[in-house]
């Protein structure tokens, strides 16, 4: 079909390469993230697992793990903890985690907003640590 292997290679790459893609990381500032947050427009969603978010996290953050989502959550239960019709902030360390579950939030039709400021970086801007 093709004259050069290489060729068939990178059509297929070039073909599956955008159903691929992750969403990318907001341009929403952490000021205005955390506006939209205490405005109640906007939920927090903490993608890390038990262990990390067991070590500390954001006051008023929602638990979700990122293996939670992949493992596929009941859509009632999803929709108990995340509301319809407000701006999901996924959060993770690094911000890598937080794109995947943009991409799995999106999916049930949410408006996520990936961050890719970790949760150190959330502190530093003036978001509050939960009390143990």
Known sequence: M??????GTLLAVAMVAPACQAAEHTRDSLKTVKENVDARKAVLVDVREKSEWDSGHVA????????????GIDLKRLMEKLPKGTIVYTHCAIGKRSLTAGDL??????????????YSELLQSGFQKADK
């Open 2 to 7: 093709f004259k050069h292997a290489a060729f």
């Open 105 to 118: 939030l999106s999916k049930h039709g949410y408006n996520v907003r990936p961050l890719k400021p970790g």
């Open 60 to 71: 008023g953050a929602v638990f979700l793990p990122l293996s939670e989502l992949r493992n």
